[in-house]
């Protein structure tokens, strides 16, 4: 019940209050739960990027359509992607697993020879889509944990990939940008959506049931 509360409570924000800004304490939790989200084969394919630095925020700007909210946001959150799927990388990750679960590497071996198989003959583009998709569940879950603390945010697509890449240096790291999250507090006055309803498709048009 809670969660679906937090849900009607939040809404895309459309202007912040530079001067309010958020905790590192509720930064980190917002980030936790991005951590925790399912990802496909657990994976993990992105990282997430906070950017609480004005200096860095200003540049980033060149790249934002709605330049006002990265501006005056008190944090922006990048998730990027790999830019593919690499045997190294997915090793990287069950040996991490397995270490941690006290488990003899390669315990997974002809798992994980399915994923290089399958992930590693497909382009980088079809890889990134796929990489895509799991940070989504992770953007999802942010925002969630977000409202759940009251604090606003905005998803966002609408920006510039090339310039915050190039901003971030996310080529060297083998990262591409995917979406971003503004996170802050909400300039009231000027947050015109804020009095609008929140609409979505009625249930019984968006859910198909099968009884
Ligand atoms: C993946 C994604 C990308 C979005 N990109 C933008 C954006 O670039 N700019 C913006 O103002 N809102 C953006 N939104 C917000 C949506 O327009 C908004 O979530 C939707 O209209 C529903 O409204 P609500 O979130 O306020 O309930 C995005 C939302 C999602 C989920």
């Known amino acids: 019940m809670a969660l679906l509360e937090d849900l009607n409570w939040r809404h895309a924000v459309k202007a912040y209050d530079p ?3 958020v905790s590192q304490e509720n930064i980190d939790k917002i980030v936790e739960a991005a951590r925790l989200a399912p990802t496909s084969s657990g994976l993990q394919p992105f990282n997430v990027i906070v ?11 060149k790249g934002a359509l709605n330049p006002e909210c990265m ?6 959150v990048i998730f990027a992607g790999w830019d593919r799927y690499t045997a190294e990388r997915i090793d990287k990750v069950y040996n991490h697993t ?7 590497r390669g315990r997974f071996g002809s798992y994980t020879d399915k994923l290089k198989e399958i992930y590693l ?5 079809e890889n990134f889509a796929h990489i895509a998709r799991q940070s989504y569940i992770a953007l999802g879950l942010a925002l969630g944990e977000a409202a759940e603390l009251r604090i606003d945010s905005t998803p966002v697509e609408g920006f510039n990939n090339a310039v915050v890449d190039e901003v971030l240096e996310l080529e060297r790291l083998g990262l591409k940008s995917i979406s971003l999250m503004y996170v802050g507090y ?6 015109w959506i804020a009095p609008m309803k929140k609409v979505r498709t009625p249930k019984d048009e968006f859910v198909i049931e099968f009884k």
Request: net charge negative; with cysteine.
């Open 51 to 61: 950017v609480e630095n004005q200096e860095l925020k200003e540049k980033l700007v």
């Open 98 to 104: 397995t270490d941690e679960r006290g488990l003899e």
């Open 19 to 21: 001067s309010k800004k």
């Open 71 to 76: 501006r005056d946001c008190s944090h922006v």
């Open 186 to 191: 909400a300039d009231t006055a000027n947050d």
């Open 121 to 125: 003959a497909q382009p980088a583009e």
